[in-house]
């Protein structure tokens, strides 16, 4: 009788361990099972952050190196020297009478379209500009400067640059009436700040066959790069 209840306890003992261990395992399993699912989650979610085939984030990357999107512009990283060149321009003083040659001459004599051809060049080693019309007094009148022309061509308040050796042009426009006129070979030249205001004024004398001119009226075109009445 002992016998038989020793070992019906061990039976149940042993029975006992074997659903512990077999617990243990089924745990484990899903430990793991869990994990991989887990897994296969995450890297499902990393292929769909990717468009699902990983072409996102090397669309993103080409896009920042072809040039469309996020690559810096030509302009900005110094690739032309456009802005630079404007810059400089920006960057000059006004020109000043002592550092330009001022020369003269007497165009169409006595005929239509008389005046005075008047050519400032930069003489000195750096860019400077002019604006405006200069300051003209005809021989030795006193008085105030001859007007702008009424018939001259707009954009006078701009600041032409002149390079070292660069030249601008402008014009006396001479209008003689034959009776009670005045006469002269030499004026004076003045140039004019962005105020509108001259500076000192220099004698310029006349070249050519012949300097002496006549005018009863008289007025001054804008400096320009070209010559006025070529015809």
Known sequence: ??????????LAAVTAALALGLTACGGADGDSKAADSQR??????SRSASNGDGKGGAEQVNSGSDGKEGAPSTAAAGGTNKGAAKGATAGAQ?????QMLLTAV???????GDHLLVTASNKGTKPCWVTSYPAVKLGDVDGTALPHSKKDNPG????LTLQPGGTAYSAVNLFDYGSKHHTAESFALALRGADGHHGPFYSVALKGDKPQFSWNEADVLNWNTKKPYVF
């Open 156 to 159: 006078g308040a701009q600041h």
């Open 40 to 45: 296969a989650a995450g890297t499902g979610q």
């Open 1 to 10: 009788m002992r016998t038989s209840r020793i070992r019906t306890a061990t």
């Open 106 to 112: 007497h165009r169409f004599a006595g005929q239509q």
């Open 94 to 98: 006004q020109c000043r009478g002592d």
